[in-house]
């Protein structure tokens, strides 16, 4: 269900529960949408950090077709990405707001197909976050919401050189 959905669905509930009760009160959505500067649906992402696994694996190869010395270095690592969404909403036009925006690319990420496609191509999807859905002030001096989530991916960092050939080894024993 979206927010909206929602709301109609819990607020007569509140406005009849008062009711029965003899309370006169109004049940309004706090924060609510009215002149925002934000004229587009924005998704946001951007990198929290990386964190290393294990140790650095080494591996030194020789090819003896091109007669060269690679030094492969892999370091298996966790990148977390964080997603915000921003959502243009006209309170004439209640149907979709930014955190379902946000919903739906969270489990847009957690589909099957996306975990094979990411799998397939040497990345693996850890853990989807919980959303976060976090007030501000937008430049009209209207409240709007910055709905956001954490995801985290596993992947492997690779660096690869070549190493310089030993042409010569000339062995010089000193006394000391």
């Known amino acids: 269900m979206l927010d909206y959905d929602l709301v109609r669905l819990f607020r007569p509930i509140i406005i009849n529960g008062l009711s029965n009760l003899g309370i006169t009160a109004k049940v309004?959505?706090?924060y609510q949408p009215t002149?925002?500067?934000?004229?587009?649906?924005?998704v946001y992402f951007h990198n929290i950090g990386d964190k290393?696994?294990?140790?650095?694996?080494?591996?030194?190869?020789?090819y003896t077709d091109t007669s060269t010395f690679q030094s492969v270095?892999?370091?298996?690592?966790?990148?977390?990405?964080?997603?915000?969404t921003i959502l243009s909403q006209d309170p004439s036009n209640l149907e979709i707001t930014a955190k379902d925006l946000c919903?739906?690319?969270?489990?847009?990420?957690?589909?099957?197909?996306?975990?094979?496609?990411?799998?397939?191509?040497g990345v693996g999807i850890l853990w989807v976050g919980e959303i976060r859905n976090i007030p501000f002030m937008n430049g009209g001096d209207n409240y709007e919401y910055n709905p956001s989530f954490d995801f985290q991916i596993t992947h492997n960092q690779v660096l690869t050189g070549e190493v310089s050939k030993i042409d010569n080894f000339n062995a010089t024993i000193k006394r000391v």
């Open 28 to 30: 309004l959505q706090n």
């Open 35 to 42: 002149n925002q500067g934000i004229k587009d649906s924005i």
């Open 52 to 62: 290393n696994v294990g140790h650095l694996e080494r591996l030194n190869v020789w």
């Open 73 to 84: 270095e892999t370091q298996a690592k966790i990148t977390t990405f964080q997603i915000n």
């Open 103 to 121: 919903t739906y690319v969270n489990m847009i990420l957690q589909r099957r197909s996306t975990i094979a496609t990411l799998q397939n191509n």
